[in-house]
């Protein structure tokens, strides 16, 4: 998950409230928790997610936590964080996590007992988004949330549900950071379930690659062989047109000086191109 760490806080600084209706299944009112005390900011930056909200007159803190996966250690971490918000600013917290890909429990429990006493019994909330039904994420929900529209359960096939996203969010975003952010992480956390190929023809990854934000996911896309591979494509064809240009620039006679100059080829691949060229002149026999 450490590489979509960058995404995901691009995504609740600049859209936390959305999230947090999101999770609540209605609009609240949400603000961001400042703490300056260097251990509650200790934890706070292992916290993806740490938003003051006020529902119905009620307030209390939200704490929201992304897995790519389920992961059965996320029980005892999101203790340890809720009780550290809970003591520092003395509010009740409403522990979540969120699953990008998997299913957990709805609702799941850390328990432990000692002799006679239930030293914890912890509750917390999972969203599972595979078990979502995310049409109406996909069609007339925030634009903030459509990077985890296609995680969601959609009934159209993934070519569409990408194709909708990046429609409404080149029409619907009007500022460049706000449509860079979600783009990028539209195509991270896509990635998560479609296809390399699907991705690059539909997100045009190309157009992402100068964003610094894009730097964050570089390295786990080169890993799994989604940059790689565009990478090798780009230097196979780059390779290809300079063979082509030197064959045509042979077969006109010039010499081998101007032809490892005018494409960049060494003296070793001109000779081998040579060779090639007075191979197919002999199997074809002199033209009439």
């Keep these: 998950m450490a590489e979509y760490d960058l995404i995901i806080k691009a995504l609740v600084d600049r859209f936390l409230d959305k999230i947090a209706s999101f999770v609540r299944g209605q609009n609240v009112l949400v603000e961001q928790v400042e703490d300056r005390d260097k251990e509650a900011v200790a934890v706070q930056r292992t916290s993806d997610m740490l938003a003051k909200v006020r529902e119905n007159g009620y307030e209390y803190l939200m704490l929201v936590e992304f897995q790519a996966r389920p992961d059965r250690r996320m029980a005892g971490r999101l203790l340890e964080y809720t009780a550290m918000h809970h003591r520092r600013h003395e509010k009740p917290v409403y522990p979540v996590v969120i699953n990008l890909t998997g299913r957990g429990l709805p609702a799941e429990k850390y328990t432990m007992d000692c002799l006679d006493l239930t030293v914890v019994d912890f509750s917390y909330r999972t969203i599972n988004l595979e078990e979502i039904a995310g049409r109406d994420v ?16 959609q009934e159209d096939p993934p070519e569409a549900v990408l194709e909708k996203c990046v429609k409404r969010i080149k029409s619907e975003v009007v500022s460049d950071d706000d449509r860079s952010v979600l783009y ?3 195509a991270a956390l896509s990635s998560l379930k479609f296809s390399k190929d699907m991705i690059l023809k539909i997100l045009e990854v190309s157009k992402l690659e100068n964003l610094p934000l894009f730097d964050g996911i570089r390295e786990e896309w080169e890993a ?9 494509g780009r230097e196979k064809g780059r390779e290809e047109g300079k063979i082509e240009v030197a064959r045509n620039l042979l077969l006109l006679k010039m ?3 101007t032809v490892i100059k005018a494409t960049g ?13 007075k191979q197919e002149s002999t199997e074809t026999g002199p033209r009439n």
Excluded: H, S
């Design 138 to 153: 996909l069609y007339r929900g925030p634009v903030a949330l459509l990077p985890l529209a296609p995680l969601m359960r």
């Design 255 to 257: 010499d081998t000086e």
């Design 265 to 277: 080829l060494d003296i070793t691949k001109i000779e081998e191109i040579k060779k090639q060229l």
């Design 184 to 186: 990028v992480a539209l």
């Design 224 to 232: 799994r062989g989604i940059l790689k591979g565009r990478e090798e």
